[in-house]
């Protein structure tokens, strides 16, 4: 019994600390994009990329970033500069790189989604000096089309709505007759 106690505690101990583990980045696409006189490279958690589905953005320069400073700034299809509201930056459309939280050697944006589909264009600046522009192709978003998901979305609750309606009719009607009828 003594054992069982052991090892139901050791597994309570030992699970949330496998479950906090990092999950590895899985990169499926990369592009090269001339950078001053290198090359930056750029890869994606998934491809093609698609309107409003979240992914992952990794940029490395020829030599890694150690000692290196990088900033992006992405350009929507229609022309603006945008700010892809990625948490921890301060929503400037010149986004200073950070470091990916789960591949640290490299800069990166974690679960970021582009809002609309389109040509994009991410322009990169590296130590203030080398620029490198690259196409970004985003497809439509996948899925039916908004209006159709909150549609199917709310029907449930319009039928509970009616449900609930028709009982408080009932109910309010006897209360109107005083519990009698």
Known sequence: MRAVVIAVLTLFVLTPVASARAEALTLVHAERVPLGAGILTASFSAWPIRAGRSLDFTFEPDGGIDGHTGALRAIAPSGEAHALGIVGLDGNVDMKLPRHPRAR???????????EEGLWRFEFTVDGAATATMPVPVGPAPGPPPAVSWAVGMAPWAVALVVLSRRWWRVRGRWDRGWNG
């Open 105 to 115: 050697d490299v800069w990166g944006l974690d679960v970021v989604a582009l809002p």
